[in-house]
């Protein structure tokens, strides 16, 4: 008798409990594909680098890495190079690790060649051996009027992205990016938005096609709408494309992202940055008074640094986990010439002690951007969602679509074993 139960009531039972396990593991995969990253893709190597906002004064950088990675900008108005900058939200004087990357350089120069490189987990990484370059725009007065968007990203679950950068741009215009919070709500302000040639502002009459592009969590959204100031763009749920213009623009198909937003291919092999206690040049200059000081010590050790200014700061952190430390002065340091002092263990166990200079030169001034605010202007209409691309495989990567795969195997070894077996029950 039990033997003619295993014979048949137990493999039954055996199918149904593979079904299950093959389903809910395809379920599970699909909802989070961003868990697998495996093989060649596991690179700190910048991807999609994108250099947006371009204004007089400014201009963005932005790349995704395929595993969360820190990095910073070394920039500069020579090949020299001589100043850095750190992601935007890097604002605890430590280095954070992010999968999308977004570094702003400010206080810059109208008219102006800037050189930089990327610095991504203690590797350069160059324009194919070389520096890259950006001009600034000319100093181009701005709008009077408010010219805002807002809407929210969400995950295929429903909850918000934990990064995400918006790029957005028309057929006629510069394109500007906005990193998105947490939150996933976002308001995007585009009277600083030029034209293509940096020349003039971009005219937002007559209610101009634009496009976004929304990248997230590893997943990616293309959002076309018909603009108008203050409108509310529906919900974008991540993985699918939107089609939001009014019925008489939808004459055009939906251009692929790489047409819109071009990137950057010559983005060279990694450069290791030798490991250095401290990364300061000889007689680096600075234009912040808050320079952004770092370096390499041995991981989760601490780090002691002098800085004799007019008042001495004596002041000590603690290495990463690979680590990377870094230090940014709470109070401004006085325009001039100033000596740090670092000592702390290097990866080699080996406690050194590294004295630089450097300088902090006067800010510069810049021009005053004047925004006459208008009031009581109405925001437009909520637009209905038209999902155009609810669930594409493009948007996967390939570890995520082979381990979904190996689920619906499972699911269907589960279905033979149980129509094989189910007299039984």
């Known amino acids: 008798m039990r033997q003619k139960l295993w014979d048949k009531k137990i493999p039954s039972l055996l199918g149904v409990v593979i079904i299950i396990i093959g389903l809910s593991v395809t379920t599970f995969l699909t909802d989070k594909q961003t868990l697998f990253r495996v093989g060649a893709n596991e690179t700190a190597q910048p991807q999609e680098v994108r250099i947006t906002n371009i204004s007089e004064d ?15 900008i070394e920039y500069g108005s020579t090949g020299d190079l001589g100043q850095s900058e750190f992601d935007e939200r890097d604002v605890s004087q430590k280095l954070q690790n992010h999968l999308d ?3 702003t350089l400010k ?19 160059l324009n194919d051996s070389r520096n890259f370059e950006v001009t600034t725009a000319p100093s181009v007065p701005f709008s009077p009027t408010i010219n805002e968007i807002s809407g929210k990203v969400i995950l295929p679950n ?28 976002y308001q995007l302000n585009l009277n600083h938005l030029l034209s293509a040639n940096l020349s003039k502002l971009a005219d937002l009459s007559n209610k101009p096609e634009m496009q976004m592009l929304i990248l997230g969590n590893s997943l990616s959204s293309e959002v076309r709408f018909s603009f108008s100031p203050g409108m509310k763009i529906p919900v974008i749920t ?38 250095q206690l401290l990364n300061l040049g000889t007689g680096q200059t600075f234009s912040s008074q808050e320079p952004i ?46 000596t740090i002092i670092v000592t702390a263990k290097d990866a080699a166990g080996t406690t050194k002690t590294v004295t630089q200079n450097f300088t902090i030169t006067p800010p510069q001034a810049s021009p005053t951007k004047a925004v006459a605010v208008t009031t009581g202007e109405k925001p437009g209409n909520l637009l209905t969602p038209t999902s155009t691309n ?36």
């Open 101 to 103: 990357h977004s570094f």
């Open 107 to 125: 206080n810059l120069s109208p008219s102006t060649k800037y050189y930089f490189r990327i610095v991504s987990d203690s590797n350069i990484y």
């Open 58 to 72: 400014s201009f963005t950088i932005s790349y995704i890495t395929y595993i969360p990675a820190s990095g910073y």
């Open 158 to 185: 429903a909850n918000p992205p934990s990064e995400a950068i918006i790029y957005l741009t028309s057929n006629n215009s510069q394109t500007l990016s906005f990193l998105v919070p947490n939150n996933g709500i």
């Open 293 to 338: 000081i770092y370096g390499k010590a041995a991981p989760n050790t601490s780090v002691h640094i002098i800085i004799h200014s007019t008042q001495q700061i004596e002041t000590t952190v603690i290495s990463d986990q690979n680590g990377n430390w870094s230090y940014q002065p709470t109070v401004p340091l006085t325009t001039g010439n100033h």
């Open 390 to 425: 609810p669930f594409s495989i493009k948007n996967m990567n390939g570890s995520v679509i082979t381990a979904i795969i190996i689920g619906l195997l499972i699911t269907v070894v589960g279905g033979l074993i149980f129509l094989l077996t189910r007299k039984g029950l």
């Open 238 to 275: 991540l993985s699918n494309n939107y089609d939001f213009r009014e019925s008489s623009a939808k004459t055009t198909g939906f251009p692929e992202a790489s047409e819109s937003f071009p990137v950057l291919n010559n983005v060279s092999t990694p450069q290791t940055t030798g490991g």
